[in-house]
Nanobody, 127 residues
Framework: QVRLAESGGDSVESGGSLRLSCQVS????????MAWFRQSPGNEREGIAG???????RYSESVEGRFTYSQSNAESALYLQMTDLKPEDTAMYFC?????????????????????WGQGTQVTVSS
């Protein structure tokens, strides 16, 4: 069973940057479709970056142009580089996985399309 462990969350000022990591263990990363989500108190879990066939990424409008998804199968990890952070980016950030049984990854940002989740890492952005 694949396991996910996020790290890199921190408290930063508005305009700052952070890089989140998600370590994948228990199975080869290349067998899974991966994505990043976030959730703030009282809100639904929001998909923000989903890998499309390991070649490109689908981003939500809320982070497009500021966040960058990357993945290293050799390191068995995925990353989320976040720049120009805003107070509204404050949330718990999660990586998510679903086994790639179809041979392709759509970059879905729907939480119901993923069935493995990490524990999350907290990002707090102050104004």
């Amino acid at each position: 069973q694949v396991r996910l462990a996020e790290s890199g969350g921190d408290s930063v000022e508005s305009g700052g940057s952070l890089r989140l990591s998600c370590q994948v263990s228990g199975a080869p990363l290349g067998r899974y479709c991966m994505a990043w989500f976030r959730q703030s108190p009282g809100n639904e879990r929001e998909g923000i970056a989903g890998a499309i066939n390991y070649r490109s990424t689908r981003y939500s409008e809320s982070v497009e142009g500021r966040f960058t998804y990357s993945q290293s199968n050799a390191e068995s990890a995925l990353y989320l580089q976040m720049t120009d952070l805003k107070p509204e980016d404050t949330a718990m950030y999660f990586c998510a996985a679903v086994e790639n049984i179809r041979g392709s990854c759509s970059g879905s940002l729907r939480k119901y399309d993923y069935d493995v989740w990490g524990q999350g890492t907290q990002v707090t952005v102050s104004s």
